[in-house]
């Protein structure tokens, strides 16, 4: 129940489309969701993320679309760049007193192509 | 504003012996959190400090241990190294009680055990 399921574990993408991550989750008491991007060699860094009162939620090219009740929840690209080729996960939380402890997906490569 | 820094970056070690890695949050920050990251898979939570305490810890054994120091830097303290300890360790800092429950992450150290 604590688990967060990504796919796909690697992404393909010509410059200039969309590249689209997706999440699943069980445990509804989750209510952070963000998105990190990592470079090897480096730490995740935070992308952007969510919570569960919105269903999206834009930065730039950056965009979550969130749905409650399939509990699933996806990361889209627009206008991928070859420097956004990394390694995306996924990540749930649970706030309050107790919170902070981040759940990871599995990662998804994502190599885009000029 | 410096983010958060780890030391060291690499290291090796041999089965059986002990290691310390070192953790200084991101200005501002009160808690740091732990987690190991294996090849090709995403970060598993360690356990997190706060106040000098450790307030959340995730399926690690005993061997894994902690401590924050009062100007909020901390360490991670492994015993009886394994050859499955072999990660990329980060530490992530945040605010408590901050309402996003954000973390940053420093760029990891990379233990290898031979």
């Known amino acids: 129940q604590q688990q967060v399921k990504q796919s796909p574990q690697s992404l393909i993408v010509q410059k200039g489309g969309i590249s689209i991550i997706n999440c699943a989750y069980e445990n509804t008491a989750f209510d952070y969701f963000p998105w990190y991007q990592q470079f090897p060699g480096k730490g995740p860094a935070l992308l952007i993320a969510i919570r569960p009162d919105v269903s999206e939620k834009k930065e730039g090219r950056f965009t979550i679309s969130f749905n409650k009740s399939a509990k699933q929840f996806s990361l889209h690209i627009m206008d991928s760049q070859p420097g956004d080729s990394a390694t995306y996960f996924c990540?749930?939380?649970?706030?309050?007193?107790?919170?902070?402890?981040?759940?990871f997906g599995q990662g998804t490569e994502l190599s885009v192509k000029p | 504003d410096a983010g958060v820094t780890q030391s060291p970056t690499h290291l090796i070690k041999t089965r059986g012996q002990q290691v310390t890695l070192r953790c200084s949050p991101k200005?501002?920050?009160?808690?740091v959190s732990w987690y190991q990251q294996a090849l090709g898979q995403g970060p598993q939570f360690i356990f997190q400090?706060?106040?000098?305490?450790?307030?959340q810890r995730g399926n690690f054994p005993d061997r894994f241990s902690g401590h924050q120091f009062p100007n909020y830097s901390s360490e991670l303290n492994v015993n009886a190294l394994l050859l499955g300890d072999s990660a990329l360790y980060l530490c992530?800092?945040?605010?408590?009680?901050?309402?996003?429950?954000?973390?940053?992450f420093g760029p990891g150290t990379r233990l290898t055990v031979l």
């Open positions: 992530a800092s945040s605010t408590a009680g901050h309402s996003t429950d954000t973390q940053y």
């Open positions: 990540a749930a939380s649970i706030g309050g007193n107790q919170g902070g402890k981040l759940i």
């Open positions: 400090y706060y106040e000098e305490e450790e307030r």
């Open positions: 200005s501002g920050h009160d808690t």
